[in-house]
């Protein structure tokens, strides 16, 4: 519900990215920005990490589903704008951010798009070690 009371902070009509506080990505915001210009939201995806081999969702035409192959892990980036369906959820109430998700997908209005890049899900401990070495070696 962070997001959702947040919003009073941000100007209407201009889009903003929420990040996931445990991810370290080189996940490019601009390109994220082209695949929802004006509605909804768009997702960041990655391939599924061993620690989330099912994935989340599926990339078809652009959108993020539910259902068919491959699956993909959401990347905990995302980009919305101010009509996705937050006034559907009290302020200053928790909630997940995947319940927002699911609306925006039954509406046909969640984008993504498949990062190729560095992303490192640093949630663990040994998560952040391994990450900072692969960093600092790329």
């Known amino acids: 519900g962070g997001v959702r009371t947040a919003l009073q902070y941000i100007p209407n009509g201009v889009p903003f990215i929420v990040h996931n506080a445990d991810v370290i990505s080189d996940i490019d915001i601009r390109a994220l920005?082209?695949?929802?210009?004006?509605?909804?939201?768009?997702?960041?995806?990655?391939?599924n990490p061993a620690h989330h081999p099912k994935g989340d969702f599926v990339l078809k035409n652009g959108h993020a589903i539910h259902?068919?192959?491959?699956?993909?892990?959401?990347?905990?980036?995302?980009?919305?704008h101010h009509d996705a369906s937050w006034a559907t959820y009290p302020e200053n109430r928790a909630f997940p951010l995947s319940r927002v998700i699911q609306t925006?997908?039954?509406?046909?209005?969640?984008?993504?798009?498949?990062?190729?890049?560095?992303?490192?899900?640093?949630?663990?401990?040994?998560?952040?070690?391994?990450?900072?070495?692969?960093?600092r070696a790329s």
């Not at 920005?33 to 391939?47: D, K, T």
């Not at 798009?113 to 998560?127: A, E, S, V």
Request: net charge positive; hydrophobic share 40%.
């Open 67 to 80: 259902e068919g192959e491959p699956r993909y892990t959401f990347a905990g980036v995302s980009m919305w």
């Open 33 to 47: 920005s082209m695949h929802s210009p004006h509605q909804g939201c768009a997702l960041a995806l990655v391939r």
């Open 104 to 135: 925006e997908i039954q509406q046909q209005r969640c984008f993504a798009m498949l990062h190729q890049g560095q992303w490192f899900d640093i949630g663990r401990p040994r998560d952040l070690i391994r990450a900072n070495k692969l960093w």
